[in-house]
């Protein structure tokens, strides 16, 4: 084999090496990637089934059903609800009305099946983009209230 040639068959072999680990880091990534969405953007079907992400907002008053270790409880952005099911220890900050953040999957039925739920951890803190989301979920829903009433306020 003349040198160019062994020069070249190296260069391939380095490339290759190079793309495989690449490909592998991004498939790693891809696959460790968790996704943040609120109850409108589930209701919307933005998220994915199957798949998981978090879902962030604030825990409905009157929602929480404890039976024994299942907790099942309503995440809500003030326009759109999502039951959610939970089976574990709940944290302590975890309370009606509260900022909540759980990570799970999302069934056919539309119950989110949590495998971690985060309480925030005082009273001024939420996650930024929960605060965001909710927000927007609130400027939408005065919008259509507006709407709907005719009211031009």
Not at 102 to 117: C, H, I, K, S
Not at 140 to 148: E, N, R, V
Request: glycine content about 10%; charged content about 25%; cysteine-free.
């Amino acid at each position: 084999m003349k040198p160019r040639h062994k020069r070249a068959a190296i260069a391939l072999g380095v490339l290759a090496a190079v793309g495989t680990a690449a490909a592998l880091v991004l498939n790693a990534f891809n696959s460790n990637l968790v996704f943040f969405y609120t109850p409108t953007q589930v209701a919307t079907k933005e998220a994915p089934e199957g798949r998981t992400f978090r879902i962030g907002g604030m825990v409905r008053e009157g929602s929480v059903v404890r039976e024994g270790v299942m907790v099942r409880f309503v995440v809500t952005d003030t326009a759109q609800d999502v039951p959610v099911r939970f089976e574990g220890v709940l944290p302590d900050l975890f309370k009606e009305g509260k900022g909540v953040v759980a990570q799970g999957q999302l069934g056919p039925d539309g119950t989110f099946t949590a495998r971690e739920v985060l309480a925030k951890h005082d009273e001024n803190y939420m996650p930024p983009e929960a605060a965001d989301a909710m927000q927007r979920a609130q400027k939408m829903k005065h919008s259509a209230d507006t709407l709907a009433t005719g009211d031009s306020k």
